[in-house]
């Protein structure tokens, strides 16, 4: 390894004693083993940088242990289910037979179990020293742990994100995701406190294992940041499940009866109570700055008390880096790999930044929304002039083959005719994005959608046929 290559780091503040003499030196310090934490570790250990990791509790995170895998074998189950009922209700299968709740909660850990032994085998394989325990950063270039301390050229800071817990009296009778994930009942009724993406999820999931849910969320609307037109498809359908929907709804308390809670919401200043076996907290995350007293070091936070960085995830203490959820911007698995990737460039010195590139985001409900790029709405606000292309799922064989529903909606700029945005609700959706984030990052024209071929019957036509719609040109739309 050519270390000229590394990117100067910090020299220490005070010397660094020598391997064997109580403090070991790397170039790499990695404080967190979640997505963004373990995948720079792997990779700079792979380019022959000396690196350590450190976790507290699991390695891989929240994403492998109590976010996005778990959550997705339920949503998988739940999709399933979903499924069954319909060949039901057309005859095709004569019932749906019983399920057991109990054995879908135990399925999950097996799926988290492969995944986390992975992700261990990779780091060690690698060449990663992982150290167990909760570690501190003392000094711009030093960390604690264990009683040990270690010395670093460079720091990365992924420690992730926690559950925010609205301070509202009886907060303690709920249950957060994580909780949820450990039920080993299933409850009649659960109350969900916010209709983010994580409690969107939840809610959907157990509406079809057959809890009846009521959601209350203190904004006007839901996912306003998302195409309106396929949040109201969104909406529609989550109603179907019999999802009870109360937007513009503040929750004022929790009370424990004994034999089960009520929630108390207010809106127009008009109290209402649910009873519930189960309330579920899901108020969205805020950055775990655990081991890290940014006051001290001089970590500027931004106003959401995340870590701030620059595009090449640098904080203002030289040498340091953040990167995955504590640094805010998206809080997503896949942008913390990103951010992962960019640090370790710069660290490289090859400064390679993922800034300009859009993130898919995916909303694993049933169905599913999946979104990668510019709606409508922010199109128009960066001075674009919008048109919108859309295509439904009832008019593509393969969805219609599928029993699958839904729409996808094309963002093209009318001067350039190019791709600004791709929305789709619908089965599969969360696949498709993957190829609808490269139309985006390219910026597609419209001629280049013309000439584009995508297998039939496939649900991608859907996308292609959705992008010419917007100029008038798709030949199986009036
Ligand atoms: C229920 C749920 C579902 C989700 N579903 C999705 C999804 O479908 N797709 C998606 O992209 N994202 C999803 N997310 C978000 C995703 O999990 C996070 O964006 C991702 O895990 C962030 O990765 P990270 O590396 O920044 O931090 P994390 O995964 O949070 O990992 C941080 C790690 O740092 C450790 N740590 C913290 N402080 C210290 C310390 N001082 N010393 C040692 N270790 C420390 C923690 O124990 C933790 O293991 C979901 C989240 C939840 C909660």
Known sequence: MNHRAIRAGVSCPYRCRKEGNGLENFDILVIGAG????????????????TAIFEKEHIGGTCLNIGCIPTKYLVDKANTMEKVRALVSREIFS??????????????????????????????????????????????????????????KHIVIATGSVPMI???PGKEYCIDSTGVLNLTKLPKKMVVIGGGVIG???????????????????????????????????????QKQGIVLLTGTKILRVENQGDGLTAVCEKDGKEKCIDADQV?????????????????????????????????????????????????????AHAAYAEAETALSDILGEGRTHKEIPVPACIYTIPCLASVGLTAQAAKAAGYEPVIGTFSYDANGMALA???????????????QKTLGITIIGE??????????DCVMNRTTADQWEALIVAHPSLCEMVREAALAAFGKSVHKN
């Open 402 to 416: 599928e029993g699958a529903s839904g729409a996808v909606f094309v963002i093209m700029d009318k001067t350039t």
């Open 35 to 50: 997505p963004g934490g373990y995948s720079l570790s792997i990779a700079a250990a792979k380019k022959g940088l000396k």
């Open 200 to 238: 969107l999820e939840i809610a959907s999931a157990f509406a079809s294992f057959g809890t009846e849910i009521t959601i209350i969320e203190m904004m006007p609307e839901l996912l306003p940041k998302e195409q309106p037109e396929a949040v109201r498809i969104l909406i529609r359908e989550l």
């Open 166 to 168: 609205l301070p509202i």
């Open 280 to 332: 579920l907290m899901a108020a969205g995350r805020r950055t775990n700055l655990t081991g890290i007293d940014c006051d001290a070091l001089g970590i500027r936070l931004d106003t959401k008390r995340c870590i701030e960085v620059d595009e090449h995830q640098r904080t203002s203490l030289k040498g340091v880096y953040a990167i995955g959820d504590v640094a805010g911007g998206y809080q997503l």
């Open 428 to 437: 599969n959706s969360s696949e498709m994005i993957a190829f609808c984030s």
């Open 95 to 152: 019932e749906a037979g019983r399920f057991s709740f109990k054995k879908i909660q135990q399925g999950k850990a097996g799926v988290t179990e492969k995944l986390v032994g992975g992700v261990k085998y990779l780091l060690k394989s690698a060449g990663v020293h992982v150290i167990e325990g909760e570690a501190v950063l003392s000094k711009a270039n030093v960390v604690m742990c264990g009683g040990k301390e270690y010395c670093g």
